[in-house]
């Protein structure tokens, strides 16, 4: 999980980096005013998010997997201590009946 947001964060700072090269060099608009930074950090994202889709797809896919297991794993640890309480909730009935 943490390589994939690694590479994602990757291609957005060679994306910003090439925007702000081509905004400079005049290729694209610069912002009105004040906001020239805040055009290229959006033009960057609007830029990377497909690339990243593209790109990423396996590790992308090999993050869910990992996600998905580790949600298995709790699931079944979240279980396995539900049925270790109604075992002890049992036994407490239990032994409170024959007292």
């Given amino acids: 999980m943490l390589r994939y947001t690694l590479m994602r964060l990757g291609i957005f700072v060679g994306c910003l980096v090439a925007v702000w090269g081509l905004v400079y060099a005049g290729v694209f608009p610069r912002g009105l005013g004040d906001s020239n930074g805040m055009w ?3 033009l960057s994202l609007l830029l ?3 690339i ?3 790109v990423l797809r396996g590790e992308r896919d090999r993050a869910s997997v990992q996600v998905v297991q580790r949600v298995d794993r709790m699931k079944a640890n979240l279980e396995a201590s539900r049925s270790q309480e109604d075992l ?3 036994a407490a009935r239990v032994q409170g009946q024959t007292s």
Wanted: proline residues 8%.
């Fill in 40 to 42: 290229i950090v959006l």
């Fill in 48 to 50: 990377s998010a497909p």
């Fill in 52 to 54: 990243s889709f593209v």
């Fill in 88 to 90: 002890a909730d049992e």
